[in-house]
């Protein structure tokens, strides 16, 4: 069964990093799927993400790994989450993150990707301003509304797992 929640109130956290998660949310999402191993997570768009393993092309952010996310450096079904939190756009990429040479996203590229790093029956989570395609061999399991407050666009982060679904 599908489900559908909402998170409101979040406030954001950006003295830690312009358009990083909302404060708790992180927190949040741990408990929700269960999780307690830090080395199982991945943030493939990954900031400053406080738990986890995180890749990034911005080394100014000082991620575990300079890597692009279309073009993930690790073996197929390593990690039990991939957590996926893309600029919004290529302008916002350019802009507010400054990867001035950053190639135009690819959201079919990073989804496929996302879910090969995927283990099986693990889950691929993903940020966004609206409902984005499935990633191979996956189903939607739960999406969750962040209602952020003070005039914020309401975010949307679609939980999927990874069953094997083509
Ligand atoms: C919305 S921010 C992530 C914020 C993060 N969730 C946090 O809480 O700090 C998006 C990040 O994706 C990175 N990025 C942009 N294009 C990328 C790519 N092709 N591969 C990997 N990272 C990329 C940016 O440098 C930026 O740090």
Redesign the pocket.
């Given at each position: 069964m599908i489900t559908t929640m909402v998170w409101e109130h979040l406030e954001f956290?950006e003295p830690?990093?312009?358009?990083?998660?909302p404060k708790g949310y992180?927190e949040k999402l741990w408990r929700l799927l269960g999780y307690r191993d830090p080395s199982q997570i991945l943030?493939?768009?990954?900031?400053?993400?406080?738990i986890g393993v995180r890749?990034?092309?911005?080394p100014r952010?000082e991620p575990d790994f300079i890597?692009?996310?279309?073009h993930l450096e690790f073996p197929d079904e390593s990690f039990e989450v991939v957590?996926c939190?893309?600029?919004?756009s290529d302008n916002?990429?350019k802009n507010k993150?400054?990867?001035l040479d950053?190639?135009p996203?690819n959201e079919k590229q990073?989804l496929s990707e996302a879910s090969r790093v995927c283990k099986k029956n693990g889950f691929i989570v993903v940020?966004h301003l609206w409902n984005i395609s499935r990633p191979p061999n996956t189903s939607l399991w739960m999406t969750i509304l962040l209602r952020l407050n003070s005039h914020r666009h309401t975010h949307v982060v679609q939980i999927h797992i990874k069953d094997g679904t083509p």
């Open positions: 956290d830690r990093y312009m358009g990083g998660f992180e943030h493939v768009f990954g900031g400053k993400a406080k890749i990034d092309i911005n952010v890597m692009d996310a279309h957590i939190d893309p600029p919004f916002d990429n993150y400054e990867n950053a190639k996203l990073w940020r």
